[in-house]
Nanobody, 122 residues
Framework: VQLQASGGGLVQPGGSLRLSCAAS????????IGWFRQAPGKEREGVSC????????YYEDSVKGRFTISRDNAKNTVYLQMNSLKPEDTAVYYC????????????????WGKGTLVTVSS
């Protein structure tokens, strides 16, 4: 499966962005999809993951209540709605696909898309 993330940009603190992860290839609905981010000088971290079929969702603690992940299997797309953005959310955001039982960690993912840069600054 091939993945393409989009929707990044420059936003002021407190603002919102919606990232999209469009997938091509077969059996999209069999994969767990995750959003990961990497800030300058830091390791890549899992932000949120959504399961293949049962709707189980994971959020990293710092984004709980601010970010919402969703998926539209008919459109082969996963979204990350990001609200109340903070400067510390600045990073390159990547979407990735893993097996249905994968953990929401980088090593659990099988396929990666190119990242999209999110900059939160006034």
């Amino acid at each position: 499966v091939q993945l393409q993330a989009s929707g990044g940009g420059l936003v002021q603190p407190g603002g919102s962005l919606r990232l999209s992860c469009a997938a091509s290839g077969s059996h999209f609905n069999r994969y767990k999809i995750g959003w990961f981010r990497q800030a300058p000088g830091k390791e890549r971290e899992g932000v949120s993951c959504i399961s293949a079929t049962d709707g189980t969702i994971y959020y990293e603690d710092s984004v709980k209540g601010r970010f919402t992940i969703s998926r539209d299997n008919a459109k082969n797309t996963v979204y990350l709605q990001m609200n109340s953005l903070k400067p510390e959310d600045t990073a390159v955001y990547y979407c990735a696909a893993g097996a249905a039982n994968a953990v929401c960690l980088s090593y659990g993912m099988l396929y990666w898309g190119k990242g999209t840069l999110v900059t939160v600054s006034s």
